[in-house]
């Protein structure tokens, strides 16, 4: 959904070059085919950011403002200023709908989160870099809801993505390679083993539950079965200390 406001905000944008002087009286309008896409990109994100943010929330109240505000609004065609406060607005709303992802899912009483809260927000705010880190916070995020839902072969499979996912940044193409190789034979011992038991325990464990046909029997995983959270909190550590830019 991130995704898709942005893209609506940018094409917004794209329409403001669009406008033409219609001369001192009407000022500066948008073309009748041009107006059409801008209500039906206003619309489209209005229904986006109430799905994400609920109905009656302040970015959805004050893009039908921004709207209206127009020449015509709805009715007619936008202003100059409505089209440019209207992406300000969703663009304002995407972040305030990546605040609400990057904060700890609920857990019961005394439960803590799979992936600390503090590694989510170490990872959005290492910037802009060689990697986007947007979809890594996504997933460890999803972690945190599944497990806390008792939701465990979704656990698994969440994870064995993620080992999937951060190779490149840490130098190697799969998640193999790292378990290896990371650091050279005779170095970073202790993280090879967190990462040999990711390899090898969790990988297992996850292709069973994304592999298995079904049968007569089932033995449903625990939370127990799926508890590699100091793992991925070793490995989660390494990728931010590569990845964050060095201290001028």
């Given at each position: 959904?991130?995704?898709?406001?942005?893209?609506?905000?940018?094409?917004?944008?794209?329409?403001?070059?669009?406008?033409?002087?219609?001369?001192?009286?009407?000022?500066?309008?948008?073309?009748?085919?041009?107006?059409?896409?801008?209500?039906?990109?206003?619309?489209?994100?209005?229904?986006?950011?109430?799905?994400?943010?609920?109905?009656?929330?302040e970015f959805s109240l004050n893009l039908v403002q921004a709207v209206n505000a127009g020449a015509g609004g709805f009715v007619s065609g936008?202003?100059?200023?409505?089209?440019?406060?209207?992406?300000?607005?969703?663009?304002?709303?995407?972040?305030?709908?990546?605040?609400?992802?990057?904060?700890?899912?609920?857990?019961?009483?005394?439960?803590?989160?799979?992936?600390?809260?503090?590694?989510?927000?170490?990872?959005?705010?290492i910037g802009a870099g060689n990697w986007d880190f947007s979809r890594l916070v996504e997933l460890c995020r999803e972690i945190n809801v599944?497990?806390?839902?008792?939701?465990?072969?979704?656990?698994?499979?969440?994870?064995?993505?993620?080992?999937?996912?951060?190779?490149?940044?840490?130098?190697?193409?799969?998640?193999?390679?790292?378990?290896?190789?990371?650091?050279?034979?005779?170095?970073?011992?202790?993280?090879?083993?967190?990462?040999?038991?990711?390899?090898?325990?969790?990988?297992?464990?996850?292709?069973?539950?994304?592999?298995?046909?079904?049968?007569?029997?089932?033995?449903?995983?625990?939370?127990?079965?799926?508890?590699?959270?100091?793992?991925?909190?070793?490995?989660?550590?390494?990728?931010?200390?590569?990845?964050?830019?060095?201290?001028?």
């Open positions: 959904m991130i995704e898709d406001l942005t893209a609506i905000a940018d094409r917004m944008d794209a329409l403001l070059p669009l406008f033409r002087d219609a001369g001192s009286i009407s000022g500066l309008i948008l073309p009748t085919e041009h107006s059409a896409t801008f209500k039906v990109l206003a619309i489209e994100a209005k229904s986006i950011i109430d799905g994400e943010l609920n109905h009656a929330n936008p202003s100059y200023a409505s089209v440019q406060e209207a992406s300000g607005i969703i663009r304002a709303a995407v972040r305030a709908i990546q605040r609400k992802l990057a904060k700890p899912s609920p857990s019961p009483p005394g439960a803590k989160p799979y992936v600390d809260h503090a590694r989510i927000v170490a990872l959005q705010n599944a497990a806390a839902n008792r939701c465990y072969m979704s656990t698994a499979m969440l994870l064995r993505t993620i080992l999937n996912h951060v190779p490149p940044v840490l130098g190697f193409a799969t998640f193999t390679e790292i378990a290896s190789n990371y650091g050279g034979p005779k170095t970073n011992k202790s993280f090879k083993g967190n990462m040999q038991r990711l390899e090898t325990s969790l990988r297992n464990i996850a292709d069973m539950q994304l592999h298995s046909a079904i049968r007569t029997r089932e033995d449903i995983p625990s939370a127990v079965q799926v508890d590699f959270a100091a793992d991925l909190d070793v490995l989660l550590g390494e990728v931010i200390r590569v990845a964050k830019p060095a201290s001028p």
